[in-house]
C-alpha cells in the first residue's frame, strides 16, 4: 500500500520536473524584464500539476490513511481481546493454584496423619515385641532357678548320702553291716 503511493508520489514528481524544465528552456536567453506572461504560464503549469496530483494522489493518500487506521484499530482490537484473554487466563491459573495450594496441604496432612499412624504401629510393635522378650527372659529366668534348684538338690542329696556314708563307716559294726545284708538280701528275694 505504500509503495504504490510511493509511486506515485515519484512519478508525479518526476512528471513536475520535467514540465518545469521544459518550461524554463522554452523561455530562451531573453534576459531583461518581467515577464509576465511567462510567470502565469508557469503558475498555471504549476496548478494544473497541483491539481494532477491532488486528483492522482488524493485517492490513494486518503485510502492509505484510512486502511492504516483501519488497521491500528483493528490492531488495537485484537491486543484489548488478547490482554482480556491474558486476564482471564491469569484468573483461571490463579484459582487452579489456590486450588492447587490446598491439595496440597491437604495431601501434606494426608501424609502427616499416615506418618503418626505407622509411628504408634511401630511403637506398638516395638512395645509388643518389648513384652514379648520381657516374657521370655522372665520364662528363662524361671527355667534356670528351677535347674539350680534341680542341681543343688541333687549335689545335696550326694553330699548328705556322702556325709551319711561316712557317719556309718565310722558308726557301723560288723554285726550291723551282717543283718544290714541279710536284710537287703530277703527284700531283694520277696520282691521278685
Known amino acids: 500500500m505504500i509503495s504504490k503511493w510511493v509511486g506515485s508520489f515519484v512519478a508525479t514528481l518526476l512528471l513536475t520536473v520535467l514540465v518545469c524544465g521544459t518550461a524554463m528552456a522554452s523561455a530562451g536567453g531573453e534576459g531583461g524584464g518581467h515577464d509576465w506572461k511567462d510567470f502565469f504560464l ?7 500539476m497541483l491539481a494532477i496530483l491532488v486528483k492522482l494522489l488524493k485517492k490513494p493518500a486518503t485510502h492509505f490513511f484510512v486502511s492504516r487506521r483501519e ?24 484459582s487452579k493454584l489456590a486450588v492447587l495450594d490446598k491439595e496440597t ?29 520381657r516374657q521370655q527372659a522372665q520364662f528363662a529366668i524361671q527355667q534356670e532357678i528351677k535347674s539350680a534348684k534341680e542341681s543343688l538338690k541333687e549335689e545335696i542329696a550326694e553330699l548328705s548320702v556322702s ?14 553291716q551282717k543283718r544290714l545284708v541279710e536284710d537287703f538280701m530277703t527284700k531283694a528275694v520277696e520282691a521278685k
Open 42 to 48: 508557469r503558475l498555471f503549469n504549476f496548478a494544473v
Open 71 to 94: 488497521n491500528i484499530q483493528r490492531l488495537l482490537k485484537e491486543l484489548e481481546e488478547k490482554k482480556q484473554e491474558a486476564a482471564a487466563r491469569a484468573e483461571e491459573y490463579k
Open 105 to 133: 496441604e491437604r495431601i501434606l496432612e494426608e501424609y502427616i496423619q499416615e506418618g503418626e499412624a505407622e509411628r504408634r504401629k511401630i511403637i506398638e510393635a516395638a512395645e509388643r515385641q518389648a513384652e514379648y522378650i
Open 163 to 176: 556325709a551319711a556314708e561316712d557317719i556309718l563307716k565310722k558308726n557301723i559294726r560288723a554285726e550291723d
